[in-house]
């Protein structure tokens, strides 16, 4: 999405929560002011959907429920270019402003998927893989801290890092022929954490 | 909220005193194997290049030496910040139909040996008795001892092994195919490159 069109979505969303966009987060008004206008300001929305790109999530559709204003729940279909997943999870947010930190924890899967066109020498992965490559799925978990931009009224930003958990079987042997001697490679299992990022827009209503 | 941080603040925290890297890749390959092809094997009326160990050298034992070139055949073995488990689960030695030998009839006991060279001469990791139900058997399948970690004994990537044949009938000397198969376990602190 270009800049400029962020820039309006961003000024629009933050317009909705009611901020002026040149401060970096309105203070929280006097109790005795905000009793009134709390009471009469409406329940925040429970539901919404959002679409997020990241790694190892690739592009990720949710449905979000908030069956109370701090936690939220969602889940959804994911997709890598290779294949279709699912994932679910859970966000805390300590506050429902128009900056708000957020921590998630998520879980995800992706079903097996023959990945042998990405098995060619020039690509650095060694042909003879090809045939570990051809039933692959994982499973990833992921911790992430972020930051929410916009109206939990409406649309929003977010931008989240953290670090991810990684669990991938490739079913098959493959064999190569290395000093004269013949190595065969049956069913490998690959673990590994790594950082993670991932950035979506979300909206509720 | 406040709970909230502070189980994730906890969560670092414990996260920050395992003894385990945080940032780290691990792979699993419960069936590695590794055949070196067409190994000579002396006749059970040969001269020993090698006593069989211990000591004393038994007469109707003939040993042989043969090396895995693990850095090449294996090399993640090799990275730098690669810690590894390497266990072996069996060794095979098959006869090959274009070799002078005709059977495996005369081996009565196989040994294998790692680190043959140490001293006390090493380690017996997978042994093997003939079965009367097979007198005459083509292949001889060796069961390996997977409780010991092979990793402590590999040298500049090298795994010596040493096959110990004892004879109860005269035995020309054989070509085979030496199947040496493992379970792997590695594991890359790759945190320790950023």
């Known amino acids: 999405m270009p800049i400029a069109a962020l820039a309006v979505l961003l000024s629009t969303t933050l317009a909705q929560a009611g901020v002026d966009a040149s401060l970096p987060a309105a203070p929280p008004p006097p109790p005795e002011a905000a009793a009134a206008p709390e009471a009469a300001k409406p329940d925040l929305p429970r539901f919404g959907f959002s679409a997020d790109v990241g790694a190892p999530e690739g592009l990720a559709l949710s449905a979000i429920w908030r069956p109370v204003p701090y936690v939220r729940l969602f889940g959804g279909p994911n997709w890598n270019y290779a294949a279709l997943g699912f994932h679910a999870g859970a966000t805390v947010v300590?506050?429902?402003?128009?900056?708000?930190?957020?921590?998630s924890v998520e879980g995800g899967r992706y079903y097996s998927s023959d990945l042998t066109w990405l098995a060619k020498d020039a690509s650095g992965v060694p042909a003879a893989l090809a045939p570990l490559l051809k039933d692959?799925?994982?499973?990833?978990?992921?911790?992430?801290?972020?930051?929410?931009?916009g109206s939990p009224r409406g649309f929003q930003l977010s931008i989240r890092a953290g670090l991810s958990y990684l669990s991938l079987v490739a079913h098959g042997t493959a064999t190569v022929n290395r000093s004269g001697a013949t190595v065969e490679l049956t069913d490998p299992h690959l673990q590994a954490t790594f950082p993670s990022v991932k950035a979506g827009l979300q909206y509720w209503f | 909220m406040r709970h909230a941080l502070l189980v994730a603040i906890?969560?670092?925290?414990?996260?920050?005193?395992?003894s385990d890297p945080a940032l780290f890749a691990q792979l699993e390959v419960p069936t590695v194997r590794v055949t070196l092809p067409s190994q000579s094997f002396p006749a059970s009326s040969a001269v020993a290049q090698y006593p069989c160990a211990p000591p004393p050298a038994q007469q109707d034992c003939v040993a042989t030496d043969l090396t895995y070139d693990l850095s090449t055949q294996l090399p993640i073995v090799s990275k730098p910040n690669v810690s590894y488990e390497?266990?072996?689960?069996?060794?095979?030695?098959?006869?090959?139909?274009?070799?002078?030998?005709?059977?495996?009839?005369?081996?009565?006991a196989v040994a294998i040996r790692i680190d043959p060279q140490a001293t006390g001469g090493g380690i017996v990791v997978a042994s093997y008795a003939r079965s009367a139900a097979d007198p005459h058997p083509t292949s001889i399948a060796v069961a390996g001892d997977s409780s010991v970690d092979l990793a402590s004994y590999v040298r500049s990537g090298q795994l010596p092994i040493r096959v110990e044949m004892t004879f109860d009938a005269p035995t020309p000397a054989f070509t085979a195919d030496v199947t040496s198969t493992y379970e792997l376990q590695?594991?890359?602190?790759?945190?320790?490159?950023?």
């Open chain 1, 136 to 149: 692959v799925g994982y499973t990833y978990g992921s911790l992430q801290l972020g930051l929410e931009l």
């Open chain 2, 10 to 18: 906890a969560a670092a925290s414990l996260l920050a005193g395992c």
């Open chain 1, 94 to 103: 300590p506050w429902a402003w128009a900056i708000s930190p957020t921590l």
């Open chain 2, 186 to 194: 590695a594991k890359v602190d790759w945190g320790a490159y950023l």
């Open chain 2, 86 to 108: 390497l266990r072996l689960t069996s060794v095979s030695i098959a006869l090959r139909t274009d070799g002078s030998g005709t059977d495996l009839g005369g081996v009565k």
